[in-house]
DNA sequence: TATTGTTATACTCTATAACTATA
DNA sequence: TATAGTTATAGAGTATAACAATA
């Protein structure tokens, strides 16, 4: 830790990081998916239907925020509930012929988006962002990984609660 | 736009982008600022003193909402509010002591994860990332720049309610 | 007993509308 | 009248605790 703002690759990618957040943020709007019902649509579409607890924990939400989630979700005709035959505990997730349509809309909303800014850009930075692509990939599944080992993550800062 | 997911740069870079966003998201914890708020930490960091309805229209938040966010951050202690001696108007925003430090603290920390995550990955994939950070930030520049000019941005795609 | 999921409840955050003060 | 900011109010979203059902 240090008190001034360093020059390691995480303080380098932060702020742009920081930055591309914000920049999703405006894409947020009143009756779109918020970004963890995207995160389910994107999650359902990416690996089939998925059990709360699970999909709880890979959304980073809490397994009641969950259940809440999908209930607003299956309300909204994006998902629907399904039994596991196996395991009569258990809640698989699945998503709409709705739920497909959404996503990729949605998806293609945000990258139609992104297109655009890209077409503003040097076709040398295009390329440098393009080329990283696969990496930043892999920083990402580094991230869930450390996700699945959640106990040994470090203790937040000491903060004044904003409140 | 299309129904399949795409080869475009935005369609690429989407998925890598949410990854990253929910990554984030794991960070945000109970007493630690919300993503909005370290938004305006950055912004009076980097801009100095700023008005209310500047920070509202850069966090992307409304100017009410700005106003009651600043409002808890006041009294957390991490800004305060100034008169502009100019223009009996307007409120000037700027980070206390305290709120450089948060700022400081929680910025560390947040690299350091990123940190974390970097040294899992293969140098080569290290490079390529840092390499892609200039272009990026001009990426996210643009979108800001996208921002100012804010009327005729592409209408959100049709969604049923997650509500 | 442990696990999966839901319900009950409370709280944070944010938005829109209405309002005050200054230009 | 227009602009800057605040206050009032309501609603979305999420968490913790308590609960029900199944393993």
Known sequence: MQTEIG???GSQLLPVLS?????LRQLQEPDQPSSVA????RLLSEHGAGRVTD??????????????LVGRMEKA?????????GDGRV???????????????TFAYHAATLDALFE??????SDAIRQALPALTRLVDAGQRGMAAETQSAEPVPARPVR
Chains 1, 2 share one sequence.
């Open 38 to 41: 995207l995160t389910v649509l």
């Open 19 to 23: 930055g591309l957040v914000d920049l």
């Open 7 to 9: 020059t390691s690759p």
């Open 55 to 68: 999909l709880a924990r890979l959304a980073r939400v809490s397994q009641p925020g969950m259940t809440q």
């Open 120 to 125: 503003q850009l040097d076709p040398h930075d």
């Open 77 to 85: 005709g994006l998902v629907r509930r399904v039994a596991d035959p």
């Open 91 to 105: 809640v698989l997730v699945e998503l709409t012929a709705a739920g497909r349509e959404q996503r990729v809309r």
